[in-house]
């Protein structure tokens, strides 16, 4: 079936360090949605992106959403111990009326 | 507050027993979900609804069922077809289509 990739699959940072995960789908997208889940947590949406082209900010957190809406990334700027988790995009595919889920990042952050 | 309310959180079930898993929700939301999460993995999509008394089927259905009898409600019930039952599954809800979800803290179940 349609799939959403992510990259890379774990990434391990020094706190303060940057850190990027990037989102692809074969299919264009309806709109993105970020969601984070923290170790033995549940997701938790951060945000969604609907045009093409569309840079959202939430604090060290930046969301982009490419201008072929078949790609994303997110972008965290000096990282922290809090930003510790799993990170899933998750897309709306042509007219499907659900959201297809990334394969995730999970980050860890050390100090 | 509103929310989303899974239970048990633990479940152990004997093979070949049929278990059925809680959803309530108290967000007035149109649509809800159900999704397994393996070990590592991402979420894959189970059934899902976008209104009362009607329901799709995701991409794994197969051994599953639900029913949506009322708008906070969403149980689904993992029947003994279902070859490998052993997971995290998570409920959520979105007030309509193209909006965030909000997901319920899962419940672990494990079949023995």
């Known amino acids: 079936g349609q799939q959403v990739m992510q990259i890379p699959q774990y990434q391990h940072v020094q706190e303060g360090e940057d850190f990027t995960t990037y989102c692809n789908s074969s299919?264009?997208?309806?709109?993105i949605q970020w969601y984070k889940q923290r170790p033995g947590g549940h997701p938790v949406f951060l945000i969604q992106?609907?045009?093409?082209?569309e840079v959202k900010k939430q604090k060290r957190l930046t969301f982009q959403f490419g201008e072929a809406k078949k790609n994303s990334s997110l972008h965290i700027t000096a990282t922290q111990t809090t930003d510790v988790g799993t990170y899933f995009c998750?897309?709306?595919?042509?007219?499907?009326?659900?959201?297809?889920f990334g394969t995730g990042t999970r980050l860890q952050v050390t100090l | 507050d509103g929310g989303i309310t899974q239970s048990p959180k633990y479940l152990f079930r004997k093979e070949g027993q049929n278990v059925t898993l809680s959803c309530e929700q108290n967000?007035?939301?149109?649509?809800m979900y159900w999704y397994r999460q393996d070990p590592g993995q991402g979420l894959r999509l189970i059934y899902y609804?976008?209104?009362?008394?009607?329901?799709q089927k995701g991409d794994i259905a197969e051994g599953y069922s639900v029913s949506r009898e009322k708008k906070e409600s969403f149980p689904l019930t993992v029947t003994s077809a279902q070859k490998n039952p052993t997971a995290f599954y998570l409920c959520?809800?979105?007030?309509?289509?193209?909006?965030?979800?909000?997901f319920g803290s899962g419940t672990r179940l494990t079949v023995v």
């Open positions: 967000l007035n939301h149109d649509a």
């Open positions: 992106l609907v045009k093409s082209g």
């Open positions: 299919t264009t997208l309806s709109n």
């Open positions: 959520a809800s979105s007030i309509r289509v193209l909006y965030g979800y909000t």
């Open positions: 998750a897309g709306m595919i042509g007219t499907a009326s659900k959201l297809t």
């Open positions: 609804s976008q209104i009362v008394n009607d329901f």
